[in-house]
């Protein structure tokens, strides 16, 4: 297809008869050398012709490259008829979109009928008129032509917009991750946790999603957006004064009433974002849950709202557990990170209590998981040799 054919310029409408008027390549099937040899003296002037004496060798050439722009058809063959060579050619990817024309000395409306319910584009009668054969077949090679350029258009755009797409959503990632960036830099102490939460909350997920209580919930679409949505969780930490978030010691009553607050802001900044777009953002949605509900507890004694069970969404449950792993394994400046095999222990003490209880069983049977996420995203080189020794 030409440039201009591609790119929209041919305003008129009419490249494909550049491709029409091309030498195009025409198949002769016929059983009877006489009327290859009078369909070839119509033709050859014009086209470029292959024949075949046989529908065996008829699907063959048909197949093989360069493949012809139509087929003139004999019906009545030995061994396989034009019917279902036919048959065949419109069955096979490969071979279906090119056009056939009967060529045939039965005239009945059954024996046409049956000819374009086989797919053929048209039917001819023997003796063969050679103005009738040659406008036939030109028309024909005009319309594949016509065909032709709308599928390559078609894949030409489709392509297009494949690409649009994986760009957008590679700069929808990378906004999202800025994003949770700024709220981490907030305290350089927790690096990579954006990272390894992102993974740890996926592979729990994908160890869940056949489970008969969360398989309706955990669908392959839902997991690719929850993976997305998850490093948004403690975006409210950006809203923490510097006084709370940073302090090193143990919060007061009242600190920690304001700490808490983080999950608020975060769940409205994300609805203020998702409001100024004008249009409700599937990812978004779960990215509001996480950030509002990954402090909730199972048992109720989490926050905000202190509700409990499977009142709490699935997508905060599991960025709990995520969250907690994290955090206990991690070192800050008021403690020292723990060993995998402590954090184990405490996440299975708060099953039924902080965590879900089938969560914390996959937990358990992916843990391995967990240990090698945590030294992939190690936070910083002397970070991935401490947890290299404290995690074997």
């Known amino acids: 297809m030409s440039e201009n054919a591609i790119d929209g310029t041919d305003t008129n ?4 008869l550049a491709n029409a ?30 024949v075949a004496s046989s529908g065996e060798k008829a699907l063959r050439l048909a197949s093989s ?36 024309i009967f060529l045939t000395a039965n005239r009945s409306v059954e024996d046409e009928k049956l000819g374009f319910d086989l797919g053929a584009a048209d039917y001819i009668t023997k003796p063969i008129n050679p103005a009738i054969l040659q406008a036939r077949v030109g028309g024909q090679l005009a319309l594949k032509a016509y065909a032709d350029t709308l599928r390559e258009k078609a894949d030409f755009f489709e392509r297009e917009v494949e690409k649009r797409t994986a760009e957008l959503a590679a700069i929808q990632d990378v906004t999202i991750l800025v994003m949770a960036s700024l709220a981490e830099t907030r305290d350089s102490e927790t690096g990579n946790h954006i990272r390894r939460t992102q993974f740890y909350v996926k592979a729990l997920a994908e160890q869940l999603k056949s489970h008969p209580r969360f398989a309706a919930t955990l669908s392959d679409h839902y997991i690719a957006l929850l993976y997305k949505s998850a490093p948004l969780h403690d975006i409210g930490k950006v809203g923490i004064p510097d006084r709370i978030l940073l302090k090193p010691g143990k919060f007061t009553a009242e600190e920690f009433e304001i700490m808490k607050t983080h999950t608020t802001l975060g769940r409205d900044a994300i609805d203020r974002a998702e409001k100024m777009l004008g249009t409700r953002v599937e990812f978004l949605s779960i990215a509001k849950e996480i950030a509002y509900g990954h402090q909730e507890k199972w048992d109720g004694s989490g926050y905000p709202l202190g509700i409990r069970g499977d009142d709490i969404p699935v997508s905060a449950r599991l960025m709990a557990l995520a969250d907690v792993y994290d955090a206990l394994i991690s070192r800050r400046v008021y403690k020292e990170g723990m060993s995998h095999e402590q ?5 299975e003490e708060g099953r039924d209590a902080h965590f879900d209880p089938d969560l ?19 936070d910083t080189h002397e970070a991935l040799a401490e947890k290299q020794a404290r995690f074997g």
């Open 13 to 16: 409408g009419l490249g494909f």
């Open 21 to 50: 008027s091309a030498k195009a390549r025409v198949l002769v099937v016929d059983d009877t050398p006489a009327n290859l040899a009078l369909i070839s003296g119509l033709l050859t002037e014009k086209y470029k012709l292959s």
């Open 65 to 100: 490259e360069p493949a012809p722009d139509l087929i003139l058809l004999d019906v009545m063959m030995p061994v396989m008829d034009g019917y279902e060579v036919c048959r065949r050619l419109k069955s096979d990817q490969q071979t279906r979109d090119i056009p056939v």
């Open 343 to 347: 954090a184990v222990q405490i996440i």
């Open 360 to 378: 914390v069983d996959a937990f358990v049977v992916i843990q391995e998981q967990f240990r090698e996420i945590a030294l992939r995203y190690a």
